[in-house]
């Protein structure tokens, strides 16, 4: 398997945990057409605004591997805090956001990095709950949602200052905002549920039943649907973002983990499975499932 990835056309990028590599799907033909080496244990992903540069955590080395696209090879790697997981790109492309985990309890990590994209160095390292596993930016890019242990946090990202925190969402999984920036998603893993946080009045307005611990939640580029995936029962949830009700359940590999939405095609990691999944946005049915290895498990995953 070719160790660069192609300049040309668009592709799916999974972040492999056991391979140490991000896998790159042809998103044409859903062909595996090459496997990058990462660090160790890469699991979150985000892409740049252009897709010119992707940005993996590798949970195991303490670091974040820049890829460039078109070079098709990692460039650089930044040194962050302890294990990190979840990542964000700032709407302008200008910073990376890094949830550093750290070790689960007593004496774990309260951190989230910010990394300047244009030096791919670290600005500034800001102190906000503790284990930080998932994070989000606002479209306007003024704040970042942290999912921590202890609840979901509100960060001013001028200030790195907490602005709210709400208890009630902590140990959550995967978070997103909606494009329009009025409501945060939160996949609550144990509940089996994505909670509906109002932005502006900073409390839950729903709670949303799904496939049983789910892991990422994902809106469409327009706003109109939101993705879960299900880790413990193989499927992916479609539910209407107005209406806040369940439109569909889509079965796909074993335990679906990482999830994004590119057009009219949602994108789906499957970890157990090593697979990345494409299912119709129109019809709620699989149309390919590319292999990526079984020693992959796949867990981030965009499209670039």
Partial sequence: MPKRAPVKGVHVYAAGIVSNTVSVVDAATHKLVAAVDAGINPYGIARTPDGRKLYITNSGASNVSVLDTAQGRIVSAVTVGLYPHGIAVSPDGAYAYVADTGPDGAGGSYSVSVIDTRTDKVSATWRIGLGPRSVAVAPDGRTLYVACAEGLFA???GQGATRARLPEQARAGGIA???????????NTWAGTVSVIDTRGRRAVAGLRVGRNPWQVVPSPDGSRVYVTGANDDTVTAVDAA???????????????GITVAGDTVWVATNASSTVDAIDAKSLKVVASTPLGLATSPSGVVVA
């Avoid at 209406?243 to 983990?257: D, M, S």
Wanted: hydrophobic fraction near 35%; avoid cysteine; glycine fraction near 14%.
């Fill in 155 to 157: 960060v001013d990202t």
């Fill in 177 to 187: 905002v909606h494009p329009d920036g009025s409501r945060v998603y939160v996949a």
């Fill in 243 to 257: 209406g806040r009700r369940v439109l569909g359940t889509v079965r796909v590999g074993h335990v679906p983990t």
